[in-house]
């Protein structure tokens, strides 16, 4: 019997899993749809099905994102969650035997990290073996860089609830620090901004929509129209919203961003970062699509930046890679107990 070998990325916008010879075989939203409480809660839809429920099911249905902030916030669910896609992706009720890398956030604690073996531990998987591996390594080999081999480069993952920003030097990583901020933010500001104002409600994806297109790093004038309802007269209307009534609500974010950037190319050993400007930024996770964003890293570091149009996918590739090359992703695992 042929060992099969998974790679899980659970991200807290959405889970990506690679199987060993076939590549990404799931990428589906981090959500789960339930009915019930308790011993009697089981799972009706998971992933961009149970996504399609939000803000629509019954009281009787509960939609829920049991990631926060990159990790696990609802273990319970986020167990189900995972027995739902293993059964969907193995055509069985269970999942037996297999060797499982999950990619982590470098800068959890252990604690933080082995919430995510849980995740399959005492789930209906029964694994051979559960190993972690951090992110940013993973991002490097997603991106082609040679971790072995380089001197400096930083990564800056841009996510659904979180920023990760790595340096990685010399075979490992030399600091990485995960910061509470990303895509989902900005839909928030996007939908609390437009009752308040307007008298209007949208739903978050509406709000997710409308963020694509007329958020930008730098002000600008685009303009989108978004359905939802008049709170006033209770009817469903359009509304048509303007980038520049929006940018000031989520121009922090930015502005955080790049402080963060500079503080840490301030804090890396001159070698480090002589060898990362020669190399540039590396922009990827996401949320790095967002308009302008590129150029506006650019213009407040003073250094060249790189984009990929695999941003979403750079952290599964790369643990599929590793997983392609065992013996590699053993060397990266962690060594958690």
Known sequence: MIQKVYGIDFGTGSIKIYRKKDGIIMNERNVIATMGKNENKRAIAMGDEAYLMFEKSPDSISVNFPMVNGGVARLSDMIMLWDYMAAEITAKPKLKGARFYIA???????????????????????????????????????????????????????????????????????????????????????????????????????????????????????????????????????????????????????????????????????????????????????????NELDQFVADSTYMKVNTTKFAQKTVISGLGYLIENQKLADKYALPLY
């Open 104 to 290: 982590v956030p470098a800068d959890f604690n252990e604690v933080e990290k082995n919430a995510f073996k849980k995740v399959i531990q005492e789930g209906n998987s029964k694994p051979k073996s559960v190993k972690l591996i951090d992110k940013p390594i993973c991002d490097a080999f997603g991106l082609k860089i040679d971790i072995d081999k380089t001197a400096g480069d930083m990564i800056v993952n841009i996510g659904a609830d979180t920023v990760e920003i790595s340096v990685i030097a010399g075979g490992g990583i030399v600091v990485s620090r995960l910061l509470p901020m990303g895509g989902n933010y900005f839909d928030r500001q996007i939908l609390n901004y437009i009752r308040k104002e307007y008298n209007f409600v949208i739903g978050l994806r509406t709000a997710e929509e409308l963020k694509k297109k007329i958020i930008t790093a730098n002000p600008s004038e685009r303009t989108a129209d978004v359905f939802g309802k008049n709170m006033v007269s209770g009817l469903p209307e359009n509304l048509t919203v303007h980038s520049e009534e929006i940018y000031p609500l989520v121009e922090n974010v930015f502005a955080d961003l790049s402080t963060q950037i500079t503080k840490i190319l301030e804090h890396t050993p001159p070698e480090i970062s002589a060898s990362i400007e020669n190399n540039g930024i590396y922009l990827t996770g996401g949320s790095s699509w967002i």
